[in-house]
């Protein structure tokens, strides 16, 4: 992510603070036009406006202050300001009255709101951490930078999922994007990543675990089918890793994206025969998938793995994110994992007018850390 500047980030520190003491502002203002303008010109009634933002931009009690004062400055400006003399303008006064109750009632709304949005902002933060669960920055011998966009606003998970652990077998990384959007993708990618985390410990054999994944991903999509889901095959595209400590690798595709191994010598894109995707694989017998590929990494390489967000980000003209050609422009072996993932983001979303289409997953691994 780019950094701030410091000036700019000072300024908005400033205009928060400054923000909550408009109301106050506009009392000063209200009652000074009072009395610096001709008898026929009054603005003592305006003042319901005080409490009216106060209840938009500070606390109940601010607002309830700003109500009070509000009133009381009402009652007593109404004497000196009525041509009359004896005469007082009552309905003014109930105006302000009320413009105080309703905006004591407003920000005790607002309030609530804000409370209720607050919790719930917790509880996505929690379904984030057990869906893309934090990890070190090495993880058995494996450098980790991951990053994830967002297609809805204001979210921060969805259908794409992603982890690493370290097994007895070699340190194993996954990356799916689950079919279908909504809560109901969160949960089917919720599944993928707990399956994987026991199955990645407990087969020895890869296609096994991989096995493991989608005949979960088929059990939840019979339950989504009994609950009153439409009938579907629910399944994911998936790509499973597994890091040897000698600098093998081994790769299962399941019908995804595949990955970009960058390096001082350039990129080179495994482009593997693959298997159907997780949730469809019973469909062919264990006999007709590919064999497991196998590739040697060196040190200074990294690999790319990413959901088809990341190729299918399209910008205001429709075209779609030229993923390969902006890898190629900007291999550089002495850049870290993390510099190529930020960048990455930072280009995809630039591509995508700040907002994709659909979610964008992305891990950046490094063997030999």
């Known amino acids: 992510m780019s950094a701030t500047p410091i000036g ?16 106050g502002v506009l009392f000063v203002v209200l009652v000074v036009v009072d009395f610096t303008t001709p008898d026929e010109f009054r603005t003592d009634t305006m003042l319901c406006l005080v409490p009216m933002t106060a209840s938009s931009l500070t606390s109940v009690g601010a607002t309830t202050i700003y109500a009070i004062v509000s009133a009381l400055t009402f009652s007593l400006l109404d004497p000196l300001l009525n041509e009359g003399g004896d005469a007082r303008d009552w309905a003014g006064f109930v105006v302000v009255i009320l413009g105080g109750v309703i905006a004591v009632v407003t920000a005790l709304l607002r309030t609530r709101l804000q409370e209720r949005v607050s919790r719930l902002g917790n509880v996505v933060e929690h379904v984030q951490r ?68 026991e199955s990645a410990c407990a087969e020895p054999d890869l296609w096994a675990a991989g096995g493991r994944m989608g005949d979960r991903l088929e059990r939840f999509g019979r339950t989504q089918i009994q609950l009153g889901a439409p009938d579907t095959d629910w399944f994911a595209t998936a790509l499973l890793a597994q890091f040897g400590a000698d600098g093998w690798v081994e790769l ?28 469809l694989a019973g469909l062919v017998p264990k006999e007709g998938r590919p064999p497991v590929f196998r590739f040697r990494m060196k ?30 422009e900007h291999v550089d072996a002495h850049r870290s994992g993390e510099a190529l993932l930020t960048d990455l983001q930072h280009a995809l979303l630039e591509h995508g007018g700040g907002r994709l289409t659909d979610d964008a997953a992305l891990m950046v691994l490094r063997p030999g850390a």
């Open 252 to 279: 299962v595709n399941y019908g995804h994206e595949p990955p970009a191994l960058i390096g001082p010598d350039g990129v080179r894109w495994i482009d593997v025969d693959p298997a159907l995707p997780l949730g």
């Open 130 to 197: 057990a869906l893309l669960p934090p990890v070190p920055p090495v993880v058995g011998g494996v450098r980790v930078a991951r990053g994830y966009l967002a297609a809805e606003r204001d979210a921060e998970v969805g259908g794409d999922v992603y982890d690493i652990v370290d097994t007895p077998y070699g340190t194993r990384a996954f990356i799916a994007d689950v079919q279908g959007k909504g809560l109901t993708a969160v949960g089917a990618g919720g599944a993928l990543v707990g399956t994987f985390g």
């Open 299 to 328: 040190p200074t390489e990294l690999l790319l793995l990413y959901t088809d967000g990341t190729t299918e980000a399209r910008d205001d003209a429709g075209r779609f994110f030229p993923l390969r050609e902006w890898i190629a």
């Open 8 to 23: 700019g980030e000072g300024n908005g520190s400033v205009l928060r603070q400054a923000i909550p003491l408009l109301p």
